[in-house]
Structure formats: C-alpha cells, structure tokens
C-alpha cells in the first residue's frame, strides 16, 4: 500500500482504520491517584496525547491461528519526521512498514535504492499519538521517531496499520515462544493418548517406557521444564534479539548494495544488478573466443575497470572476457571492489557502519547462542537428575546467567558508536520537553575512550581484588530506620507521571507511599558521603593525583543510585532548611530550599580540609519507557591548602522502566572538572551509556582521564559508579574508592546506605537547637520514616496547602519568598548560582533559633 500524500485511493485501509478506531479507541478514565491503569486496551491520555500500549497479545496460545499470524499488509507513504539537528525542524520522509519494522529514507527513489536512514522495530516501541495535531511518536528506548500525517486519514491509516504490525509482530514472537514451550515441554503419555485421540490409553507405561523413563519421573521432568519455562524469558529474549540481528541483516544487505553502488560509480540498485547479472549470465552461455584465441580461464584476471566496464555495458561486448567457469558473478564482482577505492567519506562511514553493524549481529547471535546452551544445560541437568530419581533439579537460572556471562569484547563499544544515530540523540518524546538540547549535548559525550572496555575489565578485576578498606565503623548513630518501607508496587505510576507531564519531577506531588523518608535537602548531603576523598585530596601535593580524587569524589556521589530507584524523595517546602554536622567526618552542611518555581535546592558544606557547595535544579524528559534527569547548575568544591577551586557539571540520570518493578537508574553522559584556579590539569569523565542489548556487565561503566595543559593524559582511571574506581597511573596503582558495604536488610530500608539511615535521625539533644524549619522537624517525612503513611499522606496534603496559601499571600502583598541563608549570586561565567550568606551557624549560636523569628512552614 502506498500512502504518498496525494494517494488516498487506498480507501480501503482507511475504512478498516476509521473502523477500528472508534471502537478501541475509548478513553478510559483515570485519577490522579489511581492504583492501577495497565488495563489491555488502556490508552493513557495525557492532555492530547494518548500511549497505545499492550495490544491484544497473549503469551498462551498467542497466533494460535495462522491467520493470526500472516504479515499485515505494507504501508507506505510519506510523513514528516522530526529532527533536532542538523537542520532542527519536521521533515518530508517516506517511510515503509514492513513486517512489522518500520524503515524510512529521504524519498521513495532512496528506498528503492535501499539507501535507509533508519530502521525501528515497531513491537518493541511505546506508541504515543495526538490526534489533534495528527502525531505519532514511536519510543523504542534508544531509537525515537516524532512523525507527523499531513492529514487526519493518514494519521489514522498509520496508526492502524501500525497497531497492526505491531500486534503481528509481537504475535510472532509469542508464537515462538509457545512453539518452544510446546515443544519443549515433551507431552505426558496421557496427554499424548488423548491428543491422538487414543482413548485406550492403557499403552502409558509402555510408551514412557520406551523412553527409558518412569512416567512419574517423565511428569515431573516436564512439569518442572515447563513452569522454568514459563518463568523463564530466555525465549523472549533471544527472540528479540533475533529479530534485532533481523533488522540489522536487512540494514547490512543495503549497506553493502550501496557500497557497490558507490564502488561501481553508478547508483546501482538491487534490481539493476540483478538485470546485468543475469544478462551476464545469459551471454556466459555461449562464450566466444577473445582475438588471441585463448579463453579467459578466471574472472580475477580482469581489471577492475574492465570489469565494471562489462556490467555496465549493455552491449555486453566485453563479456568474452568471462569463462564459463565463473562459479559466481556477484562474488567474481565483490572480489575486484579492493578496499583500496574506496576512498570517498561516504564510502569510508559506510565501510565504517558495516562493520560496526556485522560486529553487532555477531554480538546478537554469540548472545543467543550463549542463552539457547544455557538453557540446554539446564534441559539436561533437569533431565539427568530425574533420570537420576532425584527431586532437586534445576539449576538456578538467575545464577547461571550471570555467572557464564563473558566479559564484553571490544567490539562491543564499536557497536555502541553505530548506535548514536540522531534520532536516539535529538529526540524527544514530548512537546514540553525541554529543548535546551541538554540531553543531546551529554548523550552524544558518552561514548567511551576507544577500547575502554577492557580498560573496564581491567580496573574491574583490580577493584574486586581490594579488600573493602572501611570497615563499618561505629558512628553511635542509628543503623536502622523504625520501620521497614512500605511496598508500593501496586501504586500506578502511569496517570500520575502523564498527569504531570511536562512538570519538573521534582514538583510532582506524589502519594506518600511512592516517597523515602529523605528529602532532596538531606539528598544533597548524601553526596557528602565519600567525602573523605576531599581530605584526601586536600591531604596531596601533586595536582594532578589531587584532580583524581576530586574525580573520584564526583563520581561517588552517584553511586546511591544502584539501590534506590523505588522512592522519591519528599519535595522540599520553600523555605525548608536542614542541617548536618558531622563530627566524625569533619564537615558540617547546611541546605535550603530556595525558590519554588524552577524548585533549586542549594547547599553549602565546611570542613577544614574543603568547602563544598552547590544549588541543584533538574529538568526532566520523559521518554514513554524512562526519565531522564539532567541536572543543571554546577558543583563546587574549594581546597584551602592549594587554593584550588573545582568546578564540575553532573550527568543525566535515567529512570529505565519507569512504570514498571524492572526500573533502574542509568548516569550518562561526560563531566568536565576545571579548576578555576590553576589551568595546570583539568579532568574528563564519561559515564559510558550501556547498550540496550548488553549484558549486565557493561552496565555503569565510567572512564576518566587527567589531561594537562597540552592535552596529554596524565592519569587515567575507570571502572563502575556502583563498585568503585582505579587509578592504575599513580605511583602505586590503587582502587581509589570503594562503595561502602550496604547495611544488614538495607532493602526493607529502601536501599539505603548507613549514611542515608543517619541523615534524617532526631537525637533529643539536637531537637531544640534546629530551627523549625529543619526537614527531621516535618511531621508528614517523620510520619512517613515511622510507618504511619496514610497518616503522612494527610499531612504531606496540608503542608502543601499551607504552601500554597503562604504563596498566595505573598503575591497579594507583591512580595517574593526571600531565601534566609542563601543568596543569589553570578559565578565567574556569569550563572545563576546560589551562595551561603553566612548567617546560619552565626545565628544557630547565637541567639538560637528558638529565640528568632522563623517561618512556619507546618
Ligand atoms: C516515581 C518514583 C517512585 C520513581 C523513583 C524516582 C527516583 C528514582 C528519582 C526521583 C528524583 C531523582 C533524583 C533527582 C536528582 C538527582 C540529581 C542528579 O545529579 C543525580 C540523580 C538524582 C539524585 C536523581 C536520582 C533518581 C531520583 C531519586
């Protein structure tokens, strides 16, 4: 089908896609609290737009018809395409939908050429539409398209067909995963007796002793395969993978056809070389004699020109030159495309993308093949152990995987390159995303130093040979919250995320149930954790190993991330301020809650050997599947033995899965640290973006270097945000931190470290000397830490009430909240930052702040 603008003849998808549209496409209603909206025909709408997601896809017995499974029609036309860069803006593409992939060129002729931009698999993407103004956006996770109909038929045309192929091709991968359910899971001889219809079924014994096993033995074998089975997503994955390695192949072909193209000067299409081809083919019949008389035993014996020349010709004058004995015309071409021609760019990027691209697919299938052995081995552990009459048999899955996962090669970061296409860095999911191009600028940075990854392995098996160094040591603080966390898996993020699209993550009100009880002022603290690193830093004469613990502190600080990531953090009030000193590690640190709208936390940290201050704000985008953060503003910290001042920005943050159990938080993206002090050194660090197919290992990766004034690399250090970093530079190669080992249970206490446990503890003794605004004072946070979370809920909605009166009041008397112990200030390249006034401490001692006048916020 053909759905160039103009052509709307093809009314026949049009009706069937107008049709079906008014009967799915009802909206379902959903509040702000709803628990749950994963109905199967649910569309979540958001404003205008509407995510169309789980179509009728059943795992049991999915495209048990065959009807069910014959490829819908494709479609193909014209629609606009947006893009940030280069050229910002929407436009013209033409796409096909085949099979369920979508693919799309600059223009119907580059199809036929096979000359494709871009290519998405449509069942493994998020579909989101606005009806309004005819968009349909396409979230694969890492490959987003924003399209746009030119009209309302088309839009619907595609949305159906859409919907349709997605629903084939999922269908096909359920198919096959029952197909190797079915038949893997070998029938019992009853089940046998009766599907065959043999109702004198009495053969049992016999049958299941034919196979040498005892029927019991054999009932359990296949009861115990097939609920691993069931379980198990080995199939889903490899199926999806193999429809990756699909999708690649079919890329690859093109690619390789327009190298040829490209080699042969002429833009030859796979249609035009099979006509020469087979021309070639039919004049090799009857070979004639060349004037010396001798026939051209070999093909390779012809020059290249001569060679192009003859497939060029229509003549064909020049194919005496072949011997009958040619085994095969196009390998006899490939063969004389010498690598040494070419030499264009194009020709270099699409040698480039090939390879990338093979390194890819054989990355896929060693993948699969490593799931499908696996799987085999454990098929016949089962087996052997029941032959063995043993109850105990299967393997742990979990533990095999990880444990027979192979390091990842080099190539895998080739594939990484391949994948930063425009479309994964530029785009966005939303109109009110944000279009500072943040994300874009970090995205494009994560790509790694060239074989970093075994510079990953490498550091990764010299962190796992250091022992933990800090022992837990006792703080004579708290090493368990009161409670244990509440669950809240039932609670449905979806309406709550769509109904706050657009809005700052950080203002979204959330059910007291989704929070920890930690705010983003105490959070800011938490980065405070390793700050031993600082001493250490301010503790070294050389700047350039002082720039790496610097660096290791910035990267340190994100490693609280690996467990907490089913919680958010209560929203400060503004106003809010919380204090922590500590003693035992020498800093003391104050927080406040600045301004409301954008939210900005700022804080400020003293210790003798640094002081450490930042205001924190974020941007969020949503993504269908995930969140990314992208924090803005800059991290400082000062040295006062050097004099240095570091001066860093922080990585995007994604929440991957957002809506589902399987969430988890990724770093992406490069930090630049300047000292403004010295320009001796400065120091990059890439938090590496994991491949979407990757295995576990190639997850958290980070890499950094210490480069001088000229640019050299000094020192060099990496490993993983969650499990620590080394420095094989330094006079004595070092693991230079270590995350510290996790509190007992600390999953009952949302993950979080002993450190987190301390921040929101209230001592008797601390209580009177707080000001009131302090976060451990905010009874709905204390309600909440101590288990009473209906409770929390009622008093988070006052608390957040008396804010917006207090908001309201101001703005009738044309005021603005004026922070208390923070100022408003430039820094040296003229941003918007918040600074200490110094007041606090002061204030703290002297009067006390029970003796001041101080804001009631609750
Ligand atoms: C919807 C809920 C239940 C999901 C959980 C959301 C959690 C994981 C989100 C909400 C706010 C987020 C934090 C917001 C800001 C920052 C600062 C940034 O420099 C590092 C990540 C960090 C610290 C984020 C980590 C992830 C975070 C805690």
């Given at each position: 089908m053909d759905l160039s603008g103009s052509s709307l003849n093809r009314s026949q998808s049009l009706a069937s896609g107008l049709e079906k549209t008014s009967h799915t496409w009802n909206k379902p209603a959903h509040s702000q609290s709803s628990s749950t909206l994963s109905s199967r025909h649910s569309r979540q709408i958001i404003k205008d737009w509407e995510v169309i997601d789980d179509l009728q896809v059943e795992m049991q017995g999915a495209g048990d018809d065959p009807q069910d499974r014959t490829a819908p029609g494709i479609c193909e036309g014209y629609l606009l395409k947006r893009r940030k860069w280069p050229l910002k803006g929407w436009h013209k593409r033409y796409f096909v939908l085949e099979g369920g992939i979508l693919r799309y060129s600059k223009n119907q002729q580059d199809v036929?050429?096979?000359?494709?931009?871009?290519?998405?698999?449509?069942?493994?993407?998020?579909?989101?539409?606005?009806?309004?103004?005819?968009?349909?956006?396409?979230?694969?996770?890492?490959?987003?398209?924003?399209?746009?109909?030119k009209s309302h038929e088309l839009f619907y045309i595609w949305v159906t067909k859409l919907q349709a192929h997605r629903l084939y091709k999922k269908n096909e991968a359920a198919h096959l995963h029952s197909s190797v359910l079915h038949t893997l899971s070998l029938p019992t001889a009853a089940e046998q007796a009766q599907r065959n219809g043999d109702l004198s079924a009495t053969g049992m014994a016999d049958s299941a002793g034919a196979s040498g096993v005892l029927p019991s033995a054999n009932t359990a074998v296949n009861t115990k395969v097939s609920a691993w089975l069931q379980q198990s997503h080995n199939p889903d994955i490899c199926v999806q993978e193999l429809n990756r390695c699909h999708l690649d192949l079919s890329e690859l072909n093109r690619l390789i056809q327009r190298l040829q193209a490209l080699e042969v000067g002429q833009a030859f299409t796979n249609g035009d070389l099979q006509r020469i081809i087979s021309i070639q083919n039919l004049s090799l019949e009857k070979p004639k004699k060349p004037k010396s008389g001798k026939i051209w035993g070999h093909s390779r014996t012809l020059s290249r020109v001569e060679a192009l020349g003859m497939l060029s010709s229509s003549h064909l004058s020049n194919s005496a030159h072949l011997g009958a004995s040619v085994p095969c015309i196009p390998d006899y071409v490939y063969s004389q495309l010498s690598p040494s021609t070419v030499n264009s760019p194009e020709g270099k990027k699409i040698q480039q993308d090939i390879y990338a691209m093979s390194q890819r697919v054989l990355n896929s299938l060693k993948s699969v093949h490593?799931?499908?052995?696996?799987?085999?081995?454990?098929?016949?552990?089962?087996?052997?152990?029941?032959?063995?009459h043993q109850s105990n048999t299967l393997a742990q899955p979990e533990a095999v995987s990880r444990s027979s996962q192979g390091p990842p090669s080099v190539a895998d970061s080739a594939a990484e390159y391949f994948d930063a296409s425009d479309d994964i860095l530029w785009g966005s999911s939303s109109e009110v995303s944000d279009e500072s191009g943040l994300s874009d600028g970090s995205t494009t940075n994560s790509e790694p130093e060239e074989g970093h990854t075994s510079a990953t392995r490498k550091y990764r098996a010299s962190i796992s040979r250091t022992p933990n160094s800090v022992v837990p040591k006792s703080t004579g603080r708290r090493t368990k919250l009161p409670v244990h966390c509440p669950d809240n898996s039932h609670v449905g993020l979806v309406a709550i995320l769509y109904?706050?699209?657009?809005?700052?993550?950080?203002?979204?009100s959330m059910p007291a149930v989704l929070n920890e009880p930690i705010n983003l002022l105490q959070r800011l603290c938490e980065e405070l954790e390793y700050s031993e690193l600082l001493d250490?830093?301010?503790?070294?004469?050389?700047?350039?190993?002082?720039?790496?613990?610097?660096?290791?502190?910035?990267?340190?600080?994100?490693s609280t991330a690996t467990f907490r990531n089913r919680y958010?953090?209560?929203?400060?009030?503004?106003?809010?301020?919380?204090?922590?000193?500590?003693?035992?590690?020498?800093?003391?640190?104050?927080?406040?809650?600045?301004?409301?709208?954008?939210?900005?936390?700022?804080?400020?940290?003293d210790s003798e050997n640094f002081s450490f201050w930042q205001d924190q704000r974020w941007k969020n985008k949503f993504w269908g599947k995930s969140l990314e953060i992208l924090p803005t503003g800059m991290v400082n910290v000062t040295l006062p033995r050097y004099g240095d001042h570091y001066e860093w920005n922080k990585v995007a943050t994604c929440i991957h899965n957002v809506f589902s159990q399987q969430r988890y938080l990724e770093h992406y993206g490069e930090v630049i640290i300047k000292n403004l002090k010295s320009n001796i050194c400065t120091c990059k660090i890439t938090f590496v973006k994991s491949r979407y197919w990757g295995s576990e290992t190639n997850k958290n990766e980070v890499q950094g270097v210490v480069l001088d004034q000229s640019g050299s690399a000094i020192h060099r250090f990496g490993g993983l945000w969650h499990e620590g970093i080394f420095c094989d530079t330094l006079p004595t190669p070092k693991c230079i931190w270590k995350p510290n080992q996790q509190p007992k249970d600390y999953l009952l206490y949302y993950g979080f470290s002993s450190f987190a446990m301390e921040l929101n503890e209230l001592p008797s003794d601390l209580k009177p000397l707080l000001p009131p605004t302090d976060t451990r004072l905010r009874p709905d946070q204390r309600m909440l830490e101590d288990g009473r979370v209906d409770e929390a809920d009622k008093k988070k909605d006052e608390i957040e009430e008396m804010q917006r009166e207090r908001r309201k009041e101001l703005g009738k008397?044309?005021?603005?909240?004026?922070?208390?112990?923070?100022?408003?200030?430039?820094?040296?390249?003229?941003?918007?930052?918040?600074?200490?006034?110094g007041t606090y401490w002061k204030l703290r001692e002297n009067p006390g702040f029970a003796n001041l006048e101080n804001l009631t916020l609750w």
């Open positions: 036929a050429k096979g000359r494709v931009q871009g290519s998405l698999d449509v069942s493994l993407a998020v579909i989101s539409i606005n009806k309004k103004s005819n968009r349909i956006d396409l979230d694969a996770e890492d490959i987003l398209y924003h399209m746009k109909a490593e799931t499908l052995s696996q799987d085999r081995q454990k098929l016949q552990a089962v087996w052997d152990a029941n032959n063995m109904n706050n699209i657009g809005k700052d993550l950080a203002r979204v250490t830093a301010n503790n070294t004469s050389d700047p350039y190993q002082r720039m790496v613990y610097i660096a290791a502190f910035a990267i340190s600080g994100y958010k953090p209560v929203n400060p009030i503004l106003g809010e301020t919380y204090e922590c000193i500590r003693e035992d590690r020498g800093f003391r640190l104050i927080s406040e809650q600045v301004c409301h709208h954008p939210p900005i936390s700022a804080c400020h940290a008397r044309g005021e603005e909240h004026v922070p208390r112990f923070f100022k408003r200030s430039k820094d040296s390249s003229g941003r918007d930052v918040w600074l200490t006034n």
